[in-house]
T-cell receptor, first 114, second 112 residues
Framework: AQTVTQSQPEMSVQEAETVTLSCTYD???????LFWYKQPPSRQMILVIR??????QNATENRFSVNFQKAAKSFSLKISDSQLGDAAMYFC???????????FGKGTRLHILP | KAGVTQTPRYLIKTRGQQVTLSCSPI?????VSWYQQTPGQGLQFLFE???????NKGNFPGRFSGRQFSNSRSEMNVSTLELGDSALYLC???????????FGPGTRLTVT
């Protein structure tokens, strides 16, 4: 069964510093999508970044980038120049290709220290 | 464009009752997915609808059901509520089945 594991329930980072959130997943598929979602306190969940497994190049969206290691089934999120507005719950997710179901990790709560 | 809206935003029900939650997707979006979010289990997929047809269903008991209307609005129903059904229920819409999902603010259901 596909699983998504986020081993860090909580993390803290100083404002303007860089932080990396970890995610590993388990699948026997070769082509799939991976996502990082952000859920700020009492606000809607939004997509941060998306990675297609067949693309070797790591996805980047402004201060957010991923380190996608397909063989290791690892998909970490790096946030550069952390800002107070980055404080949120971050979810790693995997979309199963055979039925498009999205499986989420348990999340990492990120605190930004001023 | 208006985002995904969910009504009601908060709900308190008693064990044994039933509840219906509503989700209005972004205009033009035809796919709607529902998720249950709890502190213990995290985000769990409930079901997905596309063009009024259920495409996928998660591992939830038959007390959880849903439907989608011709205007793509979706409802989910939970019958015979249990304390463990207390959760944030999130709805997400996308243009197509594999499209980017846009989430609503959720409905927080408390069962007493």
């Amino acid at each position: 069964a596909q699983t998504v594991t986020q081993s860090q329930p909580e993390m803290s980072v100083q404002e303007a510093e860089t932080v990396t959130l970890s995610c590993t997943y388990d699948t026997s598929e070769s082509d799939y999508y991976l996502f990082w979602y952000k859920q700020p306190p009492s606000r809607q969940m939004i997509l941060v970044i998306r990675q297609e497994a067949y693309k070797q190049q790591n996805a980047t969206e402004n201060r957010f980038s991923v380190n996608f290691q397909k063989a290791a089934k690892s998909f970490s999120l790096k946030i550069s120049d952390s800002q107070l507005g980055d404080a949120a719950m971050y979810f790693c997710a995997y979309r199963r290709p055979r039925d498009d179901k999205i499986i989420f990790g348990k999340g990492t709560r990120l605190h930004i220290l001023p | 464009k208006a985002g995904v809206t969910q009504t009601p935003r908060y709900l308190i029900k008693t064990r044994g009752q039933q509840v219906t939650l509503s989700c209005s997707p972004i205009s033009g979006h035809r796919s709607v997915s529902w998720y249950q979010q709890t502190p213990g289990q995290g985000l769990q997929f409930l079901f997905e609808y596309f063009s009024e047809t259920q495409r996928n269903k998660g591992n939830f008991p038959g007390r959880f059901s849903g439907r989608q209307f011709s205007n793509s609005r979706s409802e989910m129903n939970v019958s015979t509520l249990e304390l463990g059904d207390s959760a944030l229920y999130l709805c997400a819409s996308s243009l197509a089945v594999q499209g980017q999902q846009y989430f609503g603010p959720g409905t927080r259901l408390t069962v007493t």
